[in-house]
């Protein structure tokens, strides 16, 4: 099992060059989980155009997504939002996306989740 690069032990032995190869410290991105109800249960072709065109719109604002996927058709959704280059999304790019999927006649509800650490904050 790795060892933790976030504890204050190891965080004291870590040069500025090595918090920024590990992400941690200052150097430490976040991300953010997405939540997703349809109106109706999606499968296929509208899906996917669905998919494409929520993930045009992340692009366009320098993010990326992923997960967003399970067993057709597809009730209900989720999956995480990190920016495409080094850094985090903002609260207003949170907002947007939450704005634009509520725009969203297939959409019924969409909620965010609070940020977390994009490379340390899952654990499986």
């Not at 509800?109 to 609070?114: G, L, N, T």
Request: proline share 4%; with cysteine; charged share 35%.
């Amino acid at each position: 099992m790795k060892r933790d690069p976030r504890t204050n032990g190891r965080m004291r032995r870590l040069n500025a060059r090595q918090r920024k190869k590990q992400r941690v410290g200052e150097f430490k991105e976040h991300c953010f989980d997405i939540e997703l109800v349809f109106n109706s249960p999606m499968r296929g072709e509208p899906y996917h155009d669905f998919i494409n065109d929520f993930f045009g719109f992340l692009e366009r604002r320098g993010l990326l997504g992923g997960g967003f996927g399970g067993k057709e058709p597809f009730s209900e959704t989720e999956g995480v939002i990190a920016n495409i280059e080094r850094g985090s999304p903002t609260e207003e790019d949170r907002e947007a996306v939450v704005t634009w999927l509520r725009g969203r006649k297939e959409v019924t509800d969409a909620r965010a989740k609070d940020f977390k650490d994009a490379w340390h904050g899952y654990r499986f």
